[in-house]
C-alpha cells in the first residue's frame, strides 16, 4: 500500500498491514476472554509477584510466544523456498533478508536462552531445598527486561523496520553506511536490554546456589540441573558483557558516526572477534541447563542413580571451559593465519570428549534401569542420537580445512539446527512436561505429548538431514531463490513439508495445554516418584515450601528417605529466608527503558529525555522504598 503522508510517500507492504489487522482483532478477543473468565486478579499477580516459580512461569510463557512467532517466521521462509523460482508473497529478496534476521535473533536471544532462565527458575530453588532465589526483585526485574527487549524487537515488524543483517549482525553490512533507517537499531536495543536481564539473572543464580542451599547439600551432593545452571552462569557473566560492549560499539557507529567497524582505523574483524567470543559460549549458555535436564530426566525415568556423577559434573565445567576458548572457529574464513587455525581446530575437537562422557553416562545410567518411558523421558530419548549427530558435524566444521568448504553453506544450517534443537528445544519441551505440575498443580496428557513428540521429531529430521545434502550439493546460506538446474529442488521440498510438520506438531502441544486447563485435575504430590527435593513438597509449592528447611546426607536423599520409609530431617535454624512481596516498580522501570530506547532508535530527544527521567526516577524510587519494608515490621511485632 502506497500513500503521501506530510509531503513524503510512504509505502506499507501487505505483510505488514496483514500483522496489524490480526494483532487488531486479536487483541480486543484476548482482552475480552480474560475478562469474561475474571482473570485480572490471576494476571496481576503473576505480574507483580516476585515469587521464583511465578516468575519462572511468565519467562517460560513469553519465551513460548515468542517462540511461535519465530516459527512462523521459519514457515514464511520453507515456503518461499519450497520450489524453484518461487515468488511466494512478498518474501523475496530484502523482505528473505528480515525474515532470517528476526527468526534466528528471536529464537536464540528471546527463546533459547529465556525459556531455560525460566526453567532453572522453577525448578533450581526447590532442587537445593531453597525457598526462593536470592534476590527476588531482582529476579523480576530481570524478567521485564527481557520482556522489554523482546517486546521493542518483535514490534520492529510493526513499523516496518524489521531488521535485515542476520543474526550475527555483521560488519561493515550492520553499519548504517551499508543498512539505512532504524531497522537495525531495534536490534541494538532489543539486544542490549534483554541482555541486561540476563545479566541480573545468571548473578541471581550463583548467590542462590553458592549461598541458599539446604544445610548439608554439598556441591558434591548437587543434582546436575544446578550444576549445570551453576557453570552457565558463570559464562553469562563472560559472555554477555562482551557482547553488550559490542552493541555499544556499533550503537556509537550508527547513532554518532563512529567508526569502530570500518573505515581506515576501524575494521569489520573486530566485530567478528567480539561477537564470537560471546556467540560460541552462548551455544553452551543454552546446551549445559539441557544437559543437567536431561540427566535429572533420564535418571528419574530410569529408576536409577546417575552413572559416573563425578565425571558428568567435570564434564560439564570442561565444556563450559573449553567453550569459552574456541570462539574463533567461527572465523577460519577471516585468514587469521595457520597457527590460530590449528589451535581453534584442536581446542575445538577437544570438546568431543567431555560431550562423549556425557553420552556415554547417559545410556549407562538407563542400562538395567527400570525405564518408563513418558512424555519427559521420550524427548530426552530423542535428544540423544539427534545431539550426537549435531557433534558429529560439528567435528567436521572444526577442521579449518573442511571448514572452508563448508563454510556459509545449508550444511552449517544443518549442523547448528541439530545442535541448538537437538539440545535446547527439546530439553524445553521435556522440562516442561516433566515440571509442569510444578509450575501449575497440573499434570499435561501424556498421549498428547507423545503425538506431539514424534511428529516434531520425525519433521525436524525430515528438514534438517536434508539440509547438509543440499548444502553438500551448493546451496548457500540466506538465499531466497534457486533454480531448478542447482539440483536442490527435492531437498528443499522434503524439508519444508518437514517444517509444517514441525509446526502441526505445536498444535498437539497447546491442544494439551487447553485440554489440562479445561478440566483443571489437581496432581498428586510426587506425580513422577521423583529423586530430587522439588517431589517432597507439594505441587504446586507454596511460596515458602521449606519452611523447616530439609538437612541433606547424601546424594539422592528424597529417593534414599522414600524407600527406606524414613522422614528427611529438618532443622529451623538456617539462613534468613528472601522475601517474596507484589511489586509495580520493575514494571516502570522497563517501561522508561522502553520509551528510552525508542527514542535512540528513531532519534527523538524528547523521547530520550522523558525515558531516561523514568528509568533514574524508578532507582530514586527504590533507593528510598523498600516493599519488604511491611514483612519486616510483621516479624518485628511478633517477635516482641
Not at 54 to 68: D, E, N, P, Q, R
Not at 582 to 592: D, K, N, V, Y
Amino acid at each position: 500500500m502506497e500513500f503521501t503522508f506530510n509531503g513524503n510517500l510512504i509505502i506499507i507492504p501487505s505483510d505488514v498491514i496483514a500483522g496489524w489487522i490480526s494483532a487488531i482483532i486479536a487483541l480486543p478477543i484476548a482482552l475480552y476472554w480474560i475478562t469474561k473468565k475474571y482473570y485480572w486478579p490471576l494476571v496481576w499477580d503473576y505480574a507483580t509477584s516476585t515469587n521464583h516459580r511465578k516468575v519462572g512461569t511468565l519467562y517460560i510463557l513469553f519465551s513460548m510466544l515468542f517462540f511461535f512467532r519465530a516459527g512462523v517466521d521459519a514457515l514464511l521462509m520453507r515456503t518461499q523456498l519450497i520450489s524453484p523460482e518461487n515468488q511466494f508473497w512478498v518474501f523475496q529478496g530484502e523482505k528473505f533478508n528480515e525474515l532470517f534476521t528476526t527468526h534466528g535473533t528471536m529464537m536464540i536471544f528471546f527463546v533459547a536462552t529465556p525459556i531455560l532462565i525460566g526453567l532453572m527458575n522453577v525448578a533450581v530453588p526447590l532442587q537445593i531445598g531453597a525457598n526462593d532465589l536470592a534476590f527476588p526483585f531482582l529476579n523480576l526485574i530481570g524478567f521485564y527486561l527481557f520482556l522489554t527487549g523482546g517486546t521493542i524487537f518483535f514490534l520492529a515488524f510493526f513499523f516496518n523496520a524489521a531488521p535485515n543483517m542476520g543474526w550475527t549482525a555483521y560488519a561493515p553490512l550492520s553499519t548504517d553506511s551499508f543498512t539505512v533507517g532504524p531497522n537495525n537499531n531495534f536490534y541494538i536495543f532489543g539486544l542490549q536490554v534483554s541482555g541486561l536481564g540476563t545479566i541480573f539473572a545468571a548473578i541471581n543464580m550463583m548467590a542462590t546456589i553458592i549461598r541458599l542451599r539446604a544445610p548439608g547439600l554439598k556441591l558434591t551432593r548437587m543434582p546436575l540441573f544446578p550444576w549445570a545452571t551453576l557453570i552457565t552462569s558463570f559464562l553469562i557473566l563472560i559472555a554477555f558483557p562482551v557482547l553488550a560492549i559490542a552493541l555499544l560499539l556499533l550503537q556509537f557507529d550508527r547513532l554518532y558516526g563512529a567508526t569502530f567497524f570500518l573505515g581506515e582505523l576501524g575494521h569489520p574483524v573486530y566485530w567478528q572477534h567480539l561477537f564470537w567470543i560471546f556467540g560460541h559460549p552462548e551455544v553452551y549458555i543454552i546446551a549445559l541447563p539441557a544437559f543437567g535436564i536431561f540427566s535429572d530426566i533420564i535418571s528419574n525415568f530410569s529408576r536409577k542413580n546417575v552413572f559416573g556423577y563425578t565425571s558428568m559434573v567435570a564434564a560439564l565445567a570442561l565444556i563450559g571451559l573449553l567453550g569459552l576458548m574456541v570462539w574463533a572457529h567461527h572465523m577460519f574464513t577471516v585468514g587469521l593465519g595457520p597457527f590460530s587455525d590449528t589451535f581453534f581446530a584442536v581446542a575445538s575437537m577437544l570438546i568431543a570428549i567431555p560431550t562423549g562422557i556425557k553420552v556415554f553416562n547417559w545410556l549407562f545410567t538407563m542400562r538395567r534401569g527400570v525405564i518408563s518411558i513418558k512424555a519427559p523421558m521420550l524427548f530426552a530419548l530423542g535428544f540423544i542420537p539427534t545431539f550426537v549427530m549435531g557433534g558429529v558435524t560439528g567435528v567436521m566444521l572444526s577442521s579449518a580445512a573442511a571448514d572452508m568448504q563448508f563454510h556459509d553453506s545449508y550444511f552449517v544450517v544443518a549442523h547448528f539446527h541439530y545442535v541448538i534443537v537437538g539440545s535446547t528445544i527439546l530439553a524445553s519441551f521435556a522440562a516442561i512436561y516433566y515440571w509442569y505440575p510444578i509450575m501449575t498443580g497440573m499434570k499435561l496428557d501424556d498421549k498428547l505429548g507423545k503425538w506431539h513428540f514424534w511428529l516434531f521429531l520425525i519433521g525436524f529430521h525430515m528438514t534438517f538431514f536434508l539440509q547438509h545434502l543440499a548444502g553438500l550439493n551448493g546451496m548457500p546460506r540466506r538465499v531466497y531463490d534457486y533454480t531448478y538446474d542447482d539440483g536442490i529442488w527435492a531437498y528443499n521440498f522434503i524439508s519444508s513439508i518437514g517444517a509444517y510438520l514441525m509446526g502441526f506438531s505445536m498444535l498437539f502441544f497447546l491442544w494439551n495445554i487447553v485440554k489440562t486447563h479445561r478440566k483443571n485435575k489437581q496432581v498428586e504430590n510426587d506425580p513422577w516418584n521423583g529423586r530430587t527435593l522439588e517431589w517432597s513438597i507439594p505441587s504446586p509449592p507454596p511460596e515458602h515450601p521449606f519452611e523447616k528447611m530439609p538437612i541433606i546426607e547424601r546424594r539422592d536423599m528424597f529417593w534414599w528417605a522414600k524407600i527406606n520409609n524414613k522422614q528427611i530431617p529438618t532443622t529451623e535454624n538456617h539462613r534468613a529466608t528472601p522475601i517474596s512481596t507484589p511489586t509495580i516498580q520493575p514494571m516502570f522501570l522497563s517501561a522508561g527503558l522502553f520509551i528510552l530506547s525508542f527514542g535512540f532508535i528513531y532519534g527523538w530527544l524528547w523521547m530520550q529525555i522523558l525515558g531516561g527521567i523514568m528509568s533514574l526516577g524508578t532507582f530514586i524510587i527504590r533507593a528510598f522504598n523498600d516493599e519488604r519494608k511491611s514483612v519486616y515490621e510483621k516479624e518485628e511485632r511478633e517477635n516482641e
